[in-house]
């Protein structure tokens, strides 16, 4: 499978600002996937590859009686919980917003629909599982990134799978032929050569069995995002062959912040007095995992207190950009996702970050 090369209106300037977090697109090709190796994380409980003291984060406070905001979260997914935490740390409320926190449990396309049409103001989501759904023109824009980290692809220690590569030939279960986790290690076998559309058969499970269809034979390996694939990984005992932490990986972000365009629009200090406390937020979880893990555990009965500040401590939530970077992001995974048929291949990388991102920080 030939990944397209990053087009000429990825300047050469914001390739090189990328270099810092992936390898050039304009490098990528058959040849440079079929030589590249991962390396293997090791038991996910090391210090995260960024993790460093955050700088004060603006306090935009808006006038006037406090706005009120519609937030969407998943409140399962460990990955939003900088979400409750600026609710219980009073993040919002310091800015003047009172935020009803919303659980959405329906599709992306109705998660998007719903912010974009105002019955929500924002949401907090999986860059590889929006990106789609706003290809198809949802006024929703990604003010800023909250963190990497918390995908895995599992698999057993005597199955015989030790790295990606093994995987050609193979069944892997997923939770959702559309899932971000499946998207993202389909691009990372792309890039070793591997088709994930012709070499591996991805098949869709509910969470709770992939675990169970791996012990019966039925796949050879699963991905999954945390705190349950985290929570099966220990439970089983079963090996990490890779997460969306290792190489080029460790300095992109994966989960984001979308607003509502017309929010935006009509009301940008709300908007960003809404971004800040998102931000200073992830930079809580990065200083006082612990803390944060109680303030999450009511959402996530499947994991304990002390398993989810793992968790917390194993993603990196001090990396949380905004502005050039994060539309360079954004622009790595467009140009990745149509590497993999996700995405259509006529699509400019770059007009379509400039169109899915508004800076609202600056």
């Not at 390396?39 to 700088?55: E, K, S, T, V, W």
């Not at 994930?196 to 034979?217: I, N």
């Amino acid at each position: 499978m030939t990944f397209p090369s990053m087009r000429a209106a990825l300047s050469r300037r914001a390739i090189l600002r990328a270099a810092s977090i992936a390898a050039p697109l304009g490098l990528i090709g058959p040849r440079v996937f079929a030589s590249s190796r991962i390396a293997m994380p090791n038991d996910g409980l090391a210090a995260p590859p960024i993790c460093r003291a955050a700088a004060a984060v603006p306090v935009s406070v808006l006038p006037g009686a406090p706005r009120k905001l519609k937030l969407t979260w998943n409140a399962t997914a460990i990955c939003t919980a900088g979400v409750p935490v600026a609710q219980a740390k009073g993040l919002f409320a310091k800015r003047n917003l009172d935020v009803e926190l919303i659980n959405f449990g329906g599709s992306t396309d109705q998660l998007l629909e719903a912010i974009a049409t105002g019955k929500a103001d924002a949401g907090v989501g999986m860059a590889l599982r929006w990106l789609k759904p706003l290809e198809q023109g949802f006024d929703v824009r990604i003010t800023t990134a909250t963190h990497g980290g918390c995908m895995r692809l599992l698999a057993t220690k005597a199955g015989g799978i030790t790295r990606l590569e093994d995987l050609k030939g193979k069944v892997v279960g997923t939770s959702d032929l559309a899932a971000p986790d499946k998207n993202f290690f389909s691009i990372r076998l792309a890039k070793l050569g591997i088709d994930p559309l012709k070499d591996v058969e991805f098949r869709a499970y509910p969470a709770d069995l992939l675990p169970v269809a791996l012990q019966k034979g039925e796949i050879q390996a699963f991905t999954l995002g945390d705190p349950l694939g985290w929570v099966i990984r220990d439970r089983d005992d079963l090996a990490q062959i890779a997460s969306n932490l290792d190489g080029e990986y460790a300095h992109r972000a994966c989960c984001v912040l979308g607003v509502r365009g017309s929010l935006i629009r009509d009301d940008r200090p709300a908007a960003t007095a809404l971004t800040e406390a998102i931000v200073e937020a992830q930079d809580f979880v990065l200083a006082h995992p612990e803390e944060t893990a109680e303030i999450f555990a009511p959402s996530s009965p499947i994991a304990k207190p002390e398993q989810l500040a793992a968790m917390l401590r194993s993603h990196t939530h001090g990396h949380h950009p905004a502005g050039a970077d994060l539309k360079q992001e954004i622009a790595l995974y467009i140009e990745e996702l149509k590497g993999i048929s996700v995405i259509k291949p006529s699509t400019n990388a770059e007009k379509f970050s400039d169109k899915v991102y508004a800076n609202v920080l600056s």
